[in-house]
């Protein structure tokens, strides 16, 4: 008999808990995956017995119901059909898992959330910024051109309409609807306000200004900020989501956008821009006391990339060009230059050093903007997510400033620092040596200090014996590749697994294996993709092949006893690393099969899968 997708969603979700109790759900072949606010809501024994669900488990954050290859997008659409969710995807669950952490891990995690997808964006925007404001320095002609004020175009779209960015990737953090927060990103560089970049040259009084209720607010635009864009976006998101939940839903489609961004709107040009100005204000006075000494120079060259994270430091050009005007010698950029090469340093340091390929692909290209002055990509991306890199560019920053002052450098020029600063320089060679005491120091500090944010691989404890076993046997072949046997004995057919779950073959197909010793290791190199809590099961992906490998049968019900996982989400490995210790007697005293299963979850996507493993 058919199994009815609508009774099995409706009976899924009445177990959950609630609406309110559901974070995310998303699906992959076989599992629906949720992200559940309060586990104690739910109800586990229920769940397992809905028609249709083959077996839960929770790992990292992720309740996920087994209901099988073809079965689990039916069931998904439904669910989605039933609760109102909108749909989302595996990595859209991953984060809403990672939003279950304490305060102070989400505050410090949130700027990096909402970089890391538009890091593309203003990496390339920042490269590009750097190389056509340096060109003119070198070849004058070039930048009264065409191809100046095209290019110069190009590269400042990303940054010029840096809050609609920032914008819409906060929308998708928080959870709120993506197009709204674009909006609200939009409204805050309209072109009707005054850019922010040019409001110093305004005396006091011209500036126009809204008069609403109590509040009188100036007409500037927030270009170049990120901390108010992303405040607005959370109150923006907080804002919808209740609107969902109070208003009814035949009016709901037209009243709760309209009243989120109004009430956004108003609340952000009212209370949050202004109190924000506030915060630049005495940033900046404070900044002007500080540069005028030596000890003053070095505490900027540390402070300056926290203004930065605040998204202070375009104000920074007020400062310069009154330096300019007064003295005709910016000696702010110096400074300034010291704090952003040493992000440069700290970040090549986290590149090189680190094996994590996502990780390093970020990091290079993001180091190279930072070295021509465009420090965004470095801070918010690699330096500020793991902190101690950041930590040791302010550092080297201070160092670095205070040579600078100490040598009085300076140039007749603004809103450039970096390599690009060269040329405008009054002394090149001390502003070169400036630099590179700043980016050596970081980059010392951080080689030393830092370590990648991944756990490190846990040590086999002391009474079990050093791996012997290296897998030289296939047991499964496909066109991505081979997976070898990960446990010495003897392999069976998955079809001969004692359990109907893994012998259907609704989680993929595979072998069995009747282990000889307890341990597994890696059949392939590639990445951990998942780790079960209690370390019993583990997933890897390489090629486009995802492994599942679960030791024992409803070993889920020993609770991490009898299991020791080597390994966490994200490690890379190669074949033959030790991946989990496990304890065999514990196993068959718990009256659990100890069967190895080594699952290929997605078979289907392969024609040509064969286990060469198995005796004909």
Not at 96 to 123: E, H, N, Q, Y
Not at 449 to 465: F, G, L, S, T, Y
Not at 475 to 500: F, H
Not at 536 to 558: K, P, R, S, W
């Amino acid at each position: 008999m058919a199994l009815d997708y609508r009774k099995c969603a409706e009976e899924i979700f009445s177990h959950l808990g609630g609406k309110d109790n559901i974070i995310s759900a998303a699906h992959c072949a076989t599992r629906l995956r949720l992200v559940i606010a309060d586990n104690s809501k739910l109800d586990v024994k229920a769940l397992e017995e809905v028609e249709g669900v083959k077996g839960l488990f929770d790992s990292n954050g992720q309740l996920q119901l087994i209901i099988g290859t073809g079965t689990v997008n039916k069931v998904y659409d439904e669910f989605l059909a039933v609760t109102g969710l909108s749909a989302a995807t595996k990595a859209d669950v991953k984060a809403a898992a990672a939003s279950r952490m304490p305060l102070w891990k989400k505050i410090l995690k949130t700027p990096g959330d909402v970089f890391v997808p538009i890091l593309p964006a203003i990496v390339a925007s920042g490269l590009m910024m750097g190389l056509v404001e340096a060109i003119p320095k070198f070849a004058p002609a070039f930048g009264t051109s065409d191809w100046f004020s095209f290019l110069d175009l190009v590269a400042n779209t990303a940054f010029a309409l840096l809050p609609v960015l920032v914008a819409v990737s906060a929308a998708r953090v928080f959870g709120g609807n993506i197009f709204l927060g674009a909006v609200i990103g939009l409204m805050m560089v309209h072109p009707a306000l005054i850019n922010a970049w040019t409001v110093g040259n305004y005396a006091a009084g011209e500036i126009p200004t809204w008069h609403l209720l109590f509040f009188n607010v100036q007409q500037v635009g927030y270009q170049g900020h990120v901390i108010p864009v992303i405040l607005a976006v959370l109150l923006m998101s907080t804002v919808e989501k209740w609107l969902h939940k109070k208003v009814p839903e035949m009016i709901d489609l037209f009243v709760t956008p309209l009243c989120t961004v109004l009430i956004t709107a108003f609340l952000t040009f009212t209370i949050i821009g202004p109190v924000f100005s506030v915060l630049e204000n005495w940033v900046l006075a404070g900044a002007k006391w500080l540069a005028s000494s030596l000890i003053g120079a070095a505490v900027m060259g540390a402070i300056y990339p926290l203004t930065v994270v605040m998204g202070l430091h375009h104000m920074y050009n007020v400062i310069e060009a009154g330096m300019i005007s007064t003295t005709g010698l910016n000696t702010w950029m110096p400074i300034a230059s010291a704090a952003n090469f040493a992000q440069f340093g700290a970040c090549l340091a986290v590149a090189l050093k680190v094996k994590n390929q996502k990780t390093k692909s970020v990091a290079l290209p993001s180091s190279l903007s930072a070295s021509l002055g465009i420090t965004e990509p470095a801070i918010f991306g690699v330096n500020f997510r793991f902190m101690k890199p950041f930590i040791c560019g302010m550092i080297g920053g201070a160092v670095g400033a205070l040579f600078g002052s100490l040598f009085k450098l300076g140039a007749p020029v603004y809103g450039v620092t970096g390599i690009p600063a060269i040329p405008a320089v009054n002394n090149r060679l001390l502003y070169i040596v400036e630099l590179l005491i700043a980016a050596g120091v970081a980059f010392i500090l951080t080689f030393i200090v830092w370590k990648e944010d991944a756990p490190a691989k846990k040590e086999a404890p002391a009474d079990e014996a050093a791996p012997g076993y290296v897998p030289t046997a296939p047991v499964i072949t496909c066109s991505a590749g081979t997976v070898l046997q990960p446990t010495p004995g003897k392999v069976i057919p998955y079809t001969e697994i004692p359990d109907e779950t893994f012998a259907t073959g609704v989680l993929g197909t595979g072998v069995g294996v009747e282990p000889t010793e307890g341990i597994v290791v890696a059949p392939f190199d590639g990445v951990i993709s998942s780790v079960a809590e209690t370390s019993h099961a583990v997933g890897i992906e390489a090629n486009g092949m995802e492994l599942l490998i679960h030791v024992g049968v409803d070993t889920v019900a020993m609770n991490g006893d009898g299991f020791r996982c080597l390994v966490a989400e994200g490690d890379q490995v190669k074949a033959g690393d030790p991946l989990i210790f496990f304890d065999r007697d514990k196993i068959k005293a718990a009256n659990h099969p100890d069967t190895v299963v080594v699952l290929l979850t997605n078979s289907d996507d392969f024609e040509d899968v064969a286990y060469p493993g198995v005796a004909e």
